[in-house]
Nanobody, 126 residues
Framework: QVQLVESGGGLVQPGGSLRLSCAAS????????MGWYRQAPGKQRELVAT???????NYADSVKGRFTISRDNAKNTVYLQMNSLKPEDTAVYYC????????????????????WGQGTQVTVSS
């Protein structure tokens, strides 16, 4: 019903920058919060940053001051600008969208559901 497609990952040297994008499409009535999560090998998935439909943001302590999350509500797209990248930022990055589908809207439930992208690899290495 809802698809999230990420792009922008890749290999970058320490201190470099990358910009991730995630576009949501499909049977969407509205999207509440959107966010980015990451999972490094052998570790659990962790929150990186979230942003509400009104623009309020939240960041993991490890990325504060280096990463910036933003969104374009008209395009159902969320972005993650990553600066001053470190080797420990290496992970698969996943986007998430808390979405009310058209089905939920027309059924009167308005219940949101979390949808996930397929992930994009970010590798920080010299």
């Amino acid at each position: 019903q809802v698809q999230l497609v990420e792009s922008g990952g890749g290999l970058v040297q320490p201190g470099g920058s990358l910009r991730l994008s995630c576009a949501a499409s499909g049977s969407i009535y509205t999207i509440n919060a959107m966010g980015w999560y990451r999972q490094a090998p052998g570790k659990q998935r962790e929150l990186v940053a979230t942003i509400t439909s009104g623009g309020s943001t939240n960041y993991a302590d490890s990325v504060k001051g280096r990463f910036t999350i933003s969104r374009d509500n008209a395009k159902n797209t969320v972005y993650l600008q990553m600066n001053s990248l470190k080797p420990e930022d290496t992970a698969v990055y996943y986007c998430n969208a808390d979405t009310v589908t058209l089905h939920a809207y027309y059924s009167g439930s308005y219940s949101p559901r979390a949808y996930w992208g397929q992930g994009t690899q970010v590798t920080v290495s010299s």
